[in-house]
């Protein structure tokens, strides 16, 4: 059997193995080494192990993320405690350090615009888009009735639902029409990823018979600008030259796309820590916000700073569509104890927790920016990590921190090279 036919023998009916066959296969495909297997089977609770069979195909094990929690943030006249699931330094401590700075002179208030996602229904070649656009429109209330009533009762009784069907067209490069039917639905407390796509599967067939024209896709947008997340951080009586920085910086960011790139990358930062730890499909949520961003036609920052008077004012606007009931959010444990921890009361809640600390992460990034510098402050957080990538012993790692950080405050940055030369030099020393 040539090695072609044997992998291909190898991977047969693969995703109907047990976790133990499936590592038996991949030993013999040369992709793991039982070392390796001996680790994924000892490195994780065999329960989790267990649970991750059940969200994706295929499992080996599991991937841990250090779980952390930001500190200090009172929003909306409340505190919280911020649970973030996040490998990169310096995230957790940036969070904190500039939510204690605006608690200590300023403050920090959200809102929601809008309470509905949206469903797309496509109809690639429309023959008659006027007559199309009258006919779904004549129909609006009845095909909304009828998907609430067939598809959606439950989530009706808890007074969501479709809410509103419009229709839209777009020109082709072929010269024919497009039209588009958008569905509008309010999902209560989930996601509604799942609900709004079943909701426009549903209409295919009562639109095709109302129309004549055929249904070529259904599908949900991720683009939800029908219900806008706000932000709002003000810090009282800043030191002007500080403020006057941060606003320059924000104002390269709205020009910019490059830059604007980078900027809501470090928004971004805040918000996808929080939607790991939920539970929530942290995917969608960039994917609308980047949309968002680009709506104008340049991709921009979707947070702007200002000096208004004496104050230093930030906004945040995007959408940030989340669930606290359902999918992951509903079984894994983590995500379970993450929401215990924020204490939401519903899904909007934790929207706007969500963006209140992609501002304040925002901030924090721009104020080192134009400060320290980000290098600088974030290898004082390094530290520790290459501290970790040695064999020092934990009475060594003591005495090179101090070293580091020393050698850091003259030359500005540092590399695990570095941190292995002052460890041999210690040993040397040691042995005299």
């Given at each position: 059997m040539n090695t072609q036919n044997k992998t291909a023998e190898l991977f047969k009916g693969f995703s109907?193995?047990?976790?133990?066959?499936?590592?038996?296969?991949?030993?013999?495909?040369?992709?793991?080494?039982?070392?390796?297997?001996?680790?994924?089977?000892?490195s994780i609770d065999p329960n989790i192990t267990s649970l991750a069979e059940k969200f994706v195909e295929n499992v080996i094990g599991c991937f841990p993320l250090p779980l952390g929690v930001a500190t200090n943030f009172y929003i909306d006249n409340r505190d919280y405690v911020i649970p973030m699931a996040v490998e990169e330094t310096s995230i957790i401590a940036a969070a904190s350090r500039n939510a204690r700075w605006v608690r200590e002179c300023g403050s920090i208030t959200t809102e929601i615009i809008g309470d509905?996602?949206?469903?797309?229904?496509?109809?690639?070649?429309?023959?008659?888009?006027?007559?199309?656009?009258?006919?779904?429109?004549?129909?609006?209330?009845?095909?909304?009735?009828?998907?609430?009533?067939?598809?959606?009762?439950?989530?009706?009784?808890?007074?969501?639902?479709?809410?509103?069907?419009?229709?839209?067209?777009?020109?082709?490069?072929?010269?024919d029409i497009m039209a588009v039917v958008h569905v509008l639905l309010n999902p209560c407390d989930a996601m509604g990823a799942n609900i709004?796509?079943?909701?426009?599967?549903?209409?295919?067939e009562p639109i095709e018979t109302l129309t004549g024209e055929t249904v070529t896709l259904c599908i949900l947008s991720n683009l939800n600008d029908t219900k806008v997340t706000r932000a709002k951080v003000v810090l009282h009586d800043i030191d002007p030259e500080q403020g006057q920085a941060i606003a320059e910086a924000s104002l390269f960011a709205e020009m910019d796309p490059y830059r604007a790139a980078t900027h809501n990358k470090g928004v971004l930062n805040g918000i996808d820590p929080i939607l790991i730890a939920t539970g929530n499909d942290w995917r969608?949520?960039?994917?609308?916000?980047?949309?968002?961003?680009?709506?104008?036609?340049?991709?921009?920052?979707?947070?702007?700073?200002?000096?208004?008077?004496?104050?230093?004012?930030?906004?945040?606007e995007a959408p940030i569509s989340v669930g606290t009931v359902g999918g992951v959010t509903r079984i894994h444990p983590t995500a379970q104890l993450s929401l215990r921890i924020l204490g939401v009361s519903s899904a909007d809640e934790l929207a706007r927790i969500t963006a209140a600390v992609g501002l304040v992460q925002n901030l924090g990034a721009i104020r080192a920016l134009t400060g320290e510098g980000i290098v600088k402050g974030h290898m004082k957080l390094h530290i520790n990590n290459l501290l970790l990538a040695t064999d020092a012993t934990q009475a060594e790692q003591i005495i090179i921190k101090k070293q580091l950080e020393d050698y850091l405050s003259i030359h500005a940055k540092i590399t695990l090279s570095d941190a292995k030369n002052l460890l041999a030099k210690l040993r040397a020393e040691q042995k005299l």
């Open positions: 109907k193995l047990t976790r133990e066959e499936r590592f038996e296969r991949l030993i013999a495909l040369g992709a793991l080494t039982p070392e390796d297997v001996d680790y994924l089977n000892h509905t996602i949206i469903g797309q229904i496509q109809i690639a070649k429309v023959k008659n888009f006027t007559a199309f656009k009258e006919m779904i429109e004549l129909n609006r209330q009845a095909l909304m009735e009828q998907a609430n009533k067939t598809v959606i009762p439950n989530l009706v009784a808890r007074g969501g639902g479709v809410k509103n069907i419009n229709v839209r067209h777009l020109l082709r490069q072929d010269g709004i796509t079943q909701v426009c599967e549903f209409l295919k969608a949520v960039e994917a609308g916000i980047h949309a968002f961003a680009a709506r104008s036609g340049q991709y921009r920052a979707i947070t702007t700073w200002r000096m208004e008077n004496k104050d230093l004012v930030g906004y945040f």
